[in-house]
């Protein structure tokens, strides 16, 4: 690492320190506690509590909503992303963006910060300990131009010291009091949280670079991990994130674990985010089906009776999303006269908008199923190919 091409290193003392210290001051805390304290309901509520505040500012704020703007939030919740953020001891949302866009727009290269390609170990925490030069914060001007954001980046330390150590102590000093308390909330509540919110943090960068699938894109290292994914609010489907990363989902589908997704979809019912911006169904499963077919190709000559009919499915599965959209929209606009029909009247009119959206979902599982077929006659008419000698 540190013979890094054309670019001095240092170890930063500060953030190794940190990211030694902290967790041997959680383990000894925490022997120390058990010992004295035991365990009872207390501890697990004020760790998950603080655990969800400061993992979810990070998820859903940092990086969903400053980084990659899949959404609109207002101050109150971007004030709470702020305080809680910076309990997480991440550095402030300017700087940790610049870093985030960054990895984004040069993921894999040399001037990716976290690049998996320079080792899982440099992925994960190497690149917080070690300096290379002058630290860059650039393409974040839209941030820097928040009053909120540019206070936080201000205080950060303090911040995390009043919001990540202090609070959870005080916390625990309220509702259980004295020592026990006030060590209570310290040490489930602020050290022990840190470490596993900044290791859960830290796997995104390299687990999620290095195993899992790649269902959308082999453009770059990253990969969808369902396991990784109930680590870290939903950031495991990280190829999905990679490919689509205007979507404020990370796991698209509605039984993917996200819970940042449903936070940020959830605090849209009571106004504090609006805008949420989904890439459009026939998107993603296209960019699939197209990734899917491609591979199989990978270079090799391929029969024109295959690309014909995989645009075939693929025609079909667009043109399914499309009337599918349409039909929708159609028995929306015919709820709103409802009221001016007789009872059996609407009964007749709603069956016959269920029956035509049910057709355009048929055509829909038919053009997946066609390319299923498809795949599998490839993949046969490559077995059955001779092999060159
Ligand atoms: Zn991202
Ligand atoms: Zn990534």
């Keep these: 690492m540190s013979e890094h091409i054309g670019r001095p290193s240092n170890i930063n003392i500060i953030n190794s320190a940190f990211l030694i210290g902290m967790p041997i001051i959680a383990i000894v805390s925490l022997v120390y506690y058990s010992i004295n304290y035991g365990i009872g309901w207390f501890e697990p509520i004020i760790f998950v509590m603080f655990y969800l505040a400061s993992g979810l500012s990070i998820t859903a704020g940092y990086h969903r909503l400053f980084s990659h703007r899949t959404h609109k939030a207002a101050w109150p919740l971007k004030l709470f992303y702020a305080l809680f953020g910076a309990a997480a001891f991440q550095n402030s949302v300017i700087k940790w963006c610049s870093d985030h866009r960054r990895h984004h727009l040069e993921t894999d290269t040399e001037n990716d910060p976290y690049s998996v390609t320079r080792g899982f170990f440099w992925a994960h925490i190497g690149w917080v300990m070690i300096d290379e ?41 309220a509702w259980i009091g004295g020592a026990h308390g006030f060590l209570g909330g310290l040490v489930y509540g602020g050290f022990v949280r840190v470490v596993i919110v900044h290791h859960a943090t830290f796997l995104i960068n390299s687990a999620a670079h290095t195993w899992g699938n790649q269902p959308y894109s ?13 680590l870290t609010f939903g950031e495991g489907y990280h190829n999905f994130h990679h490919t689509f990363q205007a979507d404020y989902r990370n796991g698209h589908k509605w039984y993917h674990w996200d819970p940042s997704k449903w936070l940020i979809k959830s605090a849209s019912w009571i106004g504090l985010t609006r805008e949420l911006h989904k890439i459009p169904t026939k998107v993603i499963e296209s960019r699939k089906m197209k990734k899917t077919f491609h591979e199989k190709v990978d270079g090799s ?13 693929l025609n079909q599965l667009r043109n399914g999303f499309n009337d599918l959209r349409k039909r929708r929209k159609e028995y929306k606009t015919a709820k709103l006269s409802k009221k001016s029909e007789t009872k059996n009247n609407w009964k007749a009119i709603k069956q016959g908008h269920k029956i035509r959206i049910k057709q355009c979902k048929k055509r829909i599982s038919k053009a ?18 001779p092999v060159p000698a």
Excluded: Y
């Design 133 to 173: 030069g002058q630290e860059i914060v650039d393409n974040v001007e839209d941030l820097q131009a928040d009053k909120i954001l540019a206070w936080q980046d201000r205080h950060i330390f303090l911040i995390g010291f009043l919001i990540g150590i202090l609070l959870p102590a005080l916390v625990g000093l």
């Design 218 to 230: 082999t453009e770059n290292t990253s990969k969808d991990s369902a396991i990784l994914s109930f």
């Design 301 to 313: 000559e391929i029969d024109t009776q295959f690309q014909e009919k995989f645009k075939e499915c």
């Design 368 to 385: 997946r199923m066609e390319f299923k077929l498809l795949v599998e006659s490839m993949r046969l008419n490559v077995d059955k190919k």
